[in-house]
């Protein structure tokens, strides 16, 4: 019997293994019969439609390779011809997002955004309230502009420095770290006395290991030393038995690198660890909303909203930064105070003072350690300034192309609609590789600012080297985005050709009787469930094209539905599957899959009430939804027709 139950055992262990393989075999075979029974383009469509979105939401296969599904398969049953399923796969989103990654590589690579980082930082302070808060809006400000896990994976490290001292100044404070000192009037004092405090260790350190051994004059000399506790101190004991006249307060290091779960100075110190680590993934979820280049889903949303609405004219970068900049203000004010809330409680005099006597010793170790960070970075160097006006000038050419109450500059060509946000964003990134790293008309050594920033760069003999190279560029590139996105294209493209978006709104006819605003909640709370367990791409190309029918069948504003499930499904904030950030956060230990969920469905309440007020208030007037448009009832008679 243990034989035959071991033998179960290694075959569904063997199965369990081989289960992407089975589900990529088996669900192509078990819908087959639905496009050889009905040989018509809508069954035909339906197949390649329902086979492309299992495998995007079970990621039985990579993304990018389950987006090309559509690329073999309508060809196959005559839907598209391939040459029409290629033409789907680059779009003009994807010249923007090529020139958006130019600038993103230019930021990262001369540590443009870790000087941004810092200095929001230092200017929010210390306490774990507004220290997180700063962190928070120097994330939301990073990730409008890069990508939400390159942000995430840039501050995290700057956070856990930050933690780690915090920690380890809590190993030494023993039962005196929250106590609240009355700071000195300078300090500068207490920062130089604690440097001293450091170098008398090391000199004692240095002289016993001297007289325990001649031969070994260095700090390696450790090794002879045992560490013993004693009333929250630890003492310096020889291994000759003797104790050296002086005790010495020193964290106890073996403690900080174990310092998972209970070894945490105390509970409050654990609290701000989780507190500031999951403060940074919400955040970079909220300033991708921003931007209509801040997160892929925002781009697939334009395109595959302006290809089915070629007439429309109201998606631009300025009018989705005035519908969604109130909204990210109000979500992160919300879940900073939510977050607070859940794991420091209500005491917000305490955790938020700016007063500078009230700090502790922990908390002017922290901007100190802060401080010396932003000191290694050096003066500001010429390839940062150089990246900082490219930036605000795209900024400016995307505000002021089509601004909407006044005329863009477009206007000033006699040819209307040949410019688009790509044209500005590919410009300004192809000047990137052109324009010199090294300041013009200056001296190699004038050159060494930026040894800090760059160090591989400087080594370069070559003075006109650009300000970034194909390599650079290459390394950011997300190319599975780009295929997934295309593969979104067509699919809709198919579903559009072959008359299936038609019949889906037929069958979705009973649900006229709902009012607009239940219709998007629906939509919402469905979305932001099904992108918890679903890659957020995947999640909104499948439901794009649905949303898109069921408006028209029940003659409701596209834009009504669209938008606030475009933002919906970025809130997949409650397991660490969700999306790439809050995996980065999670590996870092401070949290549980517990604290993410509890955290989680907060932030996703949030985030679908704010939207849900957007689209009923300002959302309005902004984009006319009251009303069922010209753009969309043109393209509802060519449907049906």
Not at 469 to 489: A, C, H, N, S
Not at 571 to 590: E, K, Q, R, T, W
Not at 600 to 623: D, H, K, Q, R, S
Request: glycine fraction near 6%; aromatic fraction near 10%; proline fraction near 6%.
């Amino acid at each position: 019997m243990r034989l035959e139950a071991a033998a179960r055992m290694d075959v569904f262990r063997k199965l369990w293994k081989a289960r992407k393989l089975i589900l990529v075999v088996f669900i192509p075979l078990s819908l087959l019969p639905l496009p050889l029974i009905h040989p018509t383009s809508e069954a035909c469509c339906a197949y390649v439609l329902m086979v492309t979105a299992v495998y995007w939401v079970s990621e039985a296969v990579p993304l990018g390779a389950a987006a090309l599904v559509p690329a073999f398969l309508y060809p196959l049953f005559g839907v598209l011809k391939s040459s029409e399923v290629a033409a789907e796969y680059c779009k003009d989103t994807t010249l923007l997002l090529m020139g958006v990654i130019c600038l993103a590589a230019s930021i990262e690579k001369w540590n443009l955004h870790k000087r941004i980082a810092l200095r929001m930082v230092m200017i929010a302070g210390a306490k774990p309230g507004m220290l997180v808060l700063g962190f928070m809006c120097c994330t939301v400000f990073l990730s409008m502009w890069l990508s939400n896990t390159s942000t995430t994976a840039m501050v995290m490290p700057i956070a856990e420095a930050v933690l780690q001292q915090l920690i380890c100044t809590g190993l030494a404070d023993g039962h005196n770290d929250s106590e609240t000192a009355e700071a000195p009037e300078d300090d500068s004092a207490v920062l130089e006395k604690e440097e001293n405090f450091d170098k008398n260790q090391l000199e004692l350190l240095y002289r016993t290991g001297s007289d325990c051994s001649k031969h070994k004059q260095e700090l390696g000399t450790l090794s002879e030393v045992q560490i013993v506790e004693s009333n929250g101190l630890a003492l310096i004991r020889h291994t000759n038995g003797h104790l050296p006249k002086v005790s010495i307060d020193i964290p106890n290091v073996k403690r900080v690198k174990t310092r998972r779960d209970s070894q945490y100075p105390t509970k409050r110190d654990h609290m701000i660890c989780k507190f500031l680590s999951l403060s940074i993934t919400y955040a970079a979820t909220i300033g991708g909303l921003i931007t209509i280049t801040g997160t892929s889903t925002n781009l697939i949303f334009a395109e595959q909203f302006n290809t089915r609405y070629p007439d429309a004219k109201v998606i631009n970068f300025g009018t989705w930064f005035i519908f969604s900049f109130p909204i990210a203000i109000i979500m992160l004010i919300l879940t900073w105070l939510w977050l607070h809330f859940l794991f420091l409680g209500c005491n917000f005099r305490e955790t938020c003072s700016l007063s500078k006597k009230r700090k502790t010793r922990r908390e002017m170790l922290s901007e100190r350690r802060i401080q010396e960070e932003y000191i290694k970075l050096g003066p500001i160097s010429y390839p940062e300034v150089v990246t900082g006006i490219f930036f605000i000038l795209m900024t400016l050419l995307w505000f002021t192309r089509e601004p909407g109450f006044v005329p863009g500059w477009t206007s000033l060509f006699e040819k209307k609609g040949y410019r688009t946000d790509a044209t500005v964003s590919l410009l300004l990134g192809f000047l990137l590789f052109l324009i010199p790293a090294r300041r013009p008309f200056s001296s190699s050594s004038s050159s060494s600012s930026s040894r800090n920033t760059a160090p591989d760069d400087n080594s370069d003999p070559d003075p006109l080297a650009p300000m970034i190279t194909w390599k650079d560029f290459q390394r950011l590139m997300p190319w599975e985005i780009v295929i997934l996105v295309g593969g979104g294209y067509a699919l809709a493209a198919g579903c559009k050709v072959s008359g299936l978006s038609v019949w889906i709104g037929r069958q979705l006819e009973p649900m006229s009787g709902l009012p607009p605003w239940a219709v998007t909640l629906l939509a919402c709370l469905l979305v932001s469930a099904v992108t918890e367990f679903a890659s957020n791409p995947a999640t909104l190309t499948v439901f794009l094209p649905i949303l898109s029918t069921l408006s028209e069948t029940l003659r409701i504003n596209p834009l009504h539905t669209l938008i606030p499930a475009t933002m919906c499904v970025s809130f997949g904030v409650m397991l660490p599957v969700g999306n790439p950030p809050n995996a980065i956060v999670f590996s870092y230990g401070h949290v549980k899959i517990s604290d993410m969920v509890k955290a989680g469905f907060g932030v996703n309440l949030i985030g679908v009430a704010v939207v849900m007020l957007a689209v009923t208030t300002w959302g309005v007037p902004l984009f006319n939804l009251n009303e069922f448009p010209d753009w969309a009832v043109a393209r509802n008679v060519t449907g049906v027709l």
